[in-house]
T-cell receptor, first 113, second 117 residues
């Protein structure tokens, strides 16, 4: 069965510091994709970053990077130089070979000035 | 207009009302999705459409009725809802419903926050 686990319901980080949001997954599919989304209080889910299961290097998109450890089945999101606008819910998701997306329960991040 | 749009953004309805949620995507995608997001629960996939044909229905109650007239538009018709149906309803689209390209991701609309009285 496919499953995404986010164990941190809430996180705090000082402005300009880096923060890591944890995500572990469970799948038996040999090929899959891992995604992170940001959901501000307005409700829209904003796509941040993608990592393919066969990608050799960790994905990076600006201040976002994905720490992909395949053997541990983890795909942690690292946000560098946090900004006040980063305060939001963050969701980890996985897409297996069947095509369906599976989402975690999310982590609420608060950036403190 | 760009991306995925949803209307209305907020909706309050009584249990006997009939209303519809609308979603439109301007990305040229072939697959569209309805999700329900309740507080402190993972996103629940409700319906998946691929090229206007429904490919998945995750045992959603019949009081929710989807309609996909073309690949750019998706509706969710609501009737005789219950208070527990109050939630954020998110529409999303992706290039394909099945995984042909590992980079294919979902893009979401802003959601409709539904309150059932």
């Amino acid at each position: 069965a496919q499953k995404i686990t986010q164990t941190q319901p809430g996180m705090f980080v000082q402005e300009k510091e880096a923060v890591t949001l944890d995500c572990t997954y469970d799948t038996s599919d040999p090929s899959y994709g891992l995604f992170w989304y940001k959901q501000p209080s307005s409700g829209e889910m904003i796509f941040l970053i993608y990592q393919g299961s066969y990608d050799q290097q960790n994905a990076t998109e600006g201040r976002y990077s994905l720490n992909f450890q395949k053997a541990r089945k983890s795909a942690n999101l690292v946000i560098s130089a946090s900004q006040l606008g980063d305060s939001a819910m963050y969701f980890c998701a996985m897409r297996g070979e069947g095509g369906q997306f599976y989402f975690g329960t999310g982590t609420s991040l608060t950036v403190i000035p | 207009e760009t991306g995925v749009t949803q209307t209305p953004r907020h909706l309050v309805m009584g249990m006997t009302n009939k209303k519809s949620l609308k979603c439109e995507q301007h990305l040229g995608h072939n697959a569209m999705y309805w999700y329900k997001q309740s507080a402190k629960k993972p996103l629940e996939l409700m319906f998946v459409y691929s090229l206007e044909e429904r490919v998945e229905n995750n045992s959603v109650p019949s009081r929710f009725s989807p309609e996909c007239p073309n690949s750019s538009h998706l509706f969710l018709h609501l009737h005789t809802l219950q208070p527990e149906d109050s939630a954020l309803y998110l529409c999303a689209s992706s290039q394909y419903a099945s995984i042909r390209q590992s980079t294919d991701t979902q893009y979401f609309g802003p959601g409709t926050r539904l309150t059932v009285l």
